[in-house]
Nanobody, 115 residues
Framework: QVQLVESGGGLVQAGGTLTLSCTAS????????MCWYRQAPAQKRELAAT???????QYADSVKGRFSISRDNVKKMVTLRMNSLKPEDTGVYYCYADFIGSEYWGQGTQVTVSS
């Protein structure tokens, strides 16, 4: 069984920066895609950023230019650096990874941006 462990959430003022990290418990798996989803209160979970094994990145329009995703394929880690945070970025952020049809989710980490 693979576990994804997230860290780095917290409370920050608008305009501030936070960096989220997610590490997989098994290093023998080469995940195809590693992503960050987020879910605002009373909203559906949405994809914020994704990065595949080859390094291709994609971002939601709402975070383009502010968020940056990176990954370390050796350490099985994915990181989300969030700049210029806005109150609407508030929510629970989830790490996601897939490997040959198997999907894995982290437990979520809370990000709160105060105005």
């Amino acid at each position: 069984q693979v576990q994804l462990v997230e860290s780095g959430g917290g409370l920050v003022q608008a305009g501030g920066t936070l960096t989220l990290s997610c590490t997989a418990s098994r290093r023998s798996i080469n995940f195809h895609v590693m992503c960050w989803y987020r879910q605002a209160p009373a909203q559906k979970r949405e994809l914020a950023a994704t990065m595949d094994y080859a390094g291709k990145r994609q971002y939601a329009d709402s975070v383009k230019g502010r968020f940056s995703i990176s990954r370390d394929n050796v350490k099985k880690m994915v990181t989300l650096r969030m700049n210029s945070l806005k109150p609407e970025d508030t929510g629970v952020y989830y790490c996601y990874a897939d490997f040959i049809g198997s999907e894995y989710w982290g437990q979520g980490t809370q990000v709160t941006v105060s105005s």
